[in-house]
């Protein structure tokens, strides 16, 4: 194993070169191929390979043909490799259908907010109420509705991206970069395709507030 080790230091194997030539040094001055192997698992410390290392020195231990173990763990590696490519690609278009529903979700929105708030703003040109029958209709704040959508885009990017994190890694951390890049979005699309003084009339135009932290009306 020392020979073949000083075999492998000699040739390319990018990133893991030093690591080779380091284990190579060890060997040479007597260090047994166990310890070495275990040394150079808590150096990388990724669980691959660790779980190969310990699978070559359990096996060692307990006898048999080196060789015949070293392909076992080989192949045992390239099998979890293989795995978890076909995982990443099965989640990648299940992320791919929770980016795409946001979008249309927000692009829905947008759109009601170009049509249906316009035309709440116009039937309470009057500023009063109207009576329809026995009904009174009182007069609603366009305003309102805007606030109303903006906060239910934001819920559906917290709740889309935590889902999108989770599938892909597990965690909840990547789930939360998901989430601020859709958040950024919305905000990004609501001040340009949305809050806008012609749909909520204002004589000035809606804009970020970063003292405040939220997005204001700037009245003249």
Not at 22 to 43: C, H, N, P
Not at 50 to 56: I, K, P, T, Y
Not at 87 to 110: K, L
Request: with cysteine; charged share 15%.
């Amino acid at each position: 194993m020392t020979l073949a080790v000083r075999t492998l230091a000699n040739s390319e194997y990018g990133a893991l070169n030093p690591e080779i030539k380091k284990m190579s040094d060890q060997l040479s001055w007597g260090i047994a191929f166990g310890d070495v192997l275990e040394m150079f698992a808590e150096r990388v410390g990724t669980p691959l390979v660790l779980r190969a290392v310990s699978l070559v020195t359990e096996a060692n231990k307990a006898g048999g043909k080196i060789s015949d173990i070293l392909v076992t763990a080989a192949n045992d590696s390239r099998e979890i490799q293989f795995l978890k490519g076909e995982r990443a690609r099965a989640i990648g278009s299940y992320i791919a259908v929770i980016w795409v529903s946001f979008m249309v979700f927000i692009g829905v929105i947008v759109v009601l907010s170009n049509v249906f708030i316009p035309a709440i703003a116009s039937s309470n040109s009057g500023g009063e109420s109207e009576t329809i029958g026995n009904m009174q209709i009182n007069a609603v704040d366009p305003l309102f509705f805007l606030v109303v959508f903006f906060y239910g885009v934001n819920a559906q990017a917290m709740g889309n991206g935590a889902m999108a994190g989770i599938m892909a890694t597990g965690r909840l951390s990547t789930g939360m970069k998901h989430a601020g890049m859709m958040m950024i979005i919305c905000l990004v699309l609501f001040n340009i395709a949305a809050f806008s003084p012609s749909l909520i009339g204002v004589p000035q135009s809606v804009g970020l507030s970063p003292d405040i932290g939220f997005i204001p009306i700037t009245g003249g």
